[in-house]
């Protein structure tokens, strides 16, 4: 018992001790000083699962976004240190705290334009994951600001931090010629974060789909206007590849495990391309409703999309979103994509029911997908 004692007890007072005590005694006792330069949250143990310890200690700048709380519900569930800086209610992180075990997940308050607030949010991590979006902007935040300077601070934050992994979200069809003010500006934000940290692991991610998605429940949710869908050119001059969420958020988890990732740029496409009618004309045939498109000119179009824009709330259509609705998604056969990180991505008609039983009414509700036939694809 003496022995455990001594043992407990700081080093200043083991002099005051020796002389009282038997050298035996003392020798017996192997007392050492740990100088700890590595958290034990980096530190790696266990089974696997969320009581593990991963080594990953992330900071997730947009966990409260569609994306992010997939990501972090990935990173909770193998053992991950999360730091989640947000700007919202509490409220709306409720979902979030259950996907981590105790303590595993941390909340702090961040103001995206403090160089400081940022610094503070990354102090201890070794990951830096960069989810940061907005489908429209605000008088508060332009699309300049949310996606070229705050990624750009996030991005030179991290390198002057000497962490090693930063993970940035793009856009499959960002690209500075683009119609698109959201495409521009991501095509923008992801050369300032290229320059400011350029062993980045950037995503190039399609059109998400998945529960609470801005796509497919963009297009059910328009019989509530004129029980049809407009269309430019009836979707037929455009040809997308969506890609799930889950295997976006995999792919992320993926690429911070994979040491060759570092430096990449991946582009995540779901396995099929459609036209955009034919993709629409399925959602309606799994919801079990009435689908009748009909063409509208892109002026016109936009003249009613400015009336939507006024709103005080979230508008319902933007000018700015249906010029990236009805954008065709690039290919980059030259870019590592899903496959390399070990994902087999899901197709539409895999996952469109659990998305689009909500828009059914009440006697389809358990209707069968044998009685829909698959979307069309296309290899354009």
Known sequence: MAAFVIASRPSNVLPRISATCSPVVLSAVPVTVQNRKVHHAVIPRGKGGRSSASGISATVFGATGFLGRYVVNRLGRIGSQIVIPHRCDQYDLMYLRPMGDLGQIIFMEWDARNKESIQKAIAHSNV?????????????????????????????????????????????????????????????????????????????????????????????????????????????????????????????????????????????????????????????????RPFVAYPMPRPFYHLIAGFFEKTPFEPWITRDKIDRFHTTDMKYPGLPGLEDLGITPSTVEQKAIEILRRHRRFRFLEAELGETKPAKTVNI
Do not use: C
């Open 128 to 288: 830096v994951i960069n989810l940061v979006g907005e489908e429209w902007e605000t008088r508060n935040y332009r699309f300049e600001d949310v996606f070229v300077n705050i990624p750009q601070q996030i991005a030179k934050a991290t390198r002057e931090a000497g962490i090693t992994k930063l993970v940035h979200i793009s856009h499959l069809n960002a690209d500075i010629r683009s119609p698109s003010k959201y495409l521009r500006n991501k095509a923008v934000g992801e050369l300032a974060v290229r320059d400011e940290f350029p062993d980045a692991i950037i995503m190039k991610p399609a059109e998400f789909f998945g529960r609470e998605d801005r796509f497919f429940n963009h297009f059910a949710n328009m019989r509530w206007f004129g029980k049809a869908v407009p269309l430019i050119a009836m979707g037929k001059k455009t040809v997308k590849q969506p890609v799930h969420v889950v295997d976006v958020a995999k792919a992320i988890v993926n690429a911070i495990r994979d040491p060759d990732a570092i430096g990449k740029t991946y582009a995540l496409v779901g396995p099929n391309r459609y036209l955009l009618h034919d993709l629409v004309e399925y959602v309606y045939a799994i919801a079990h």
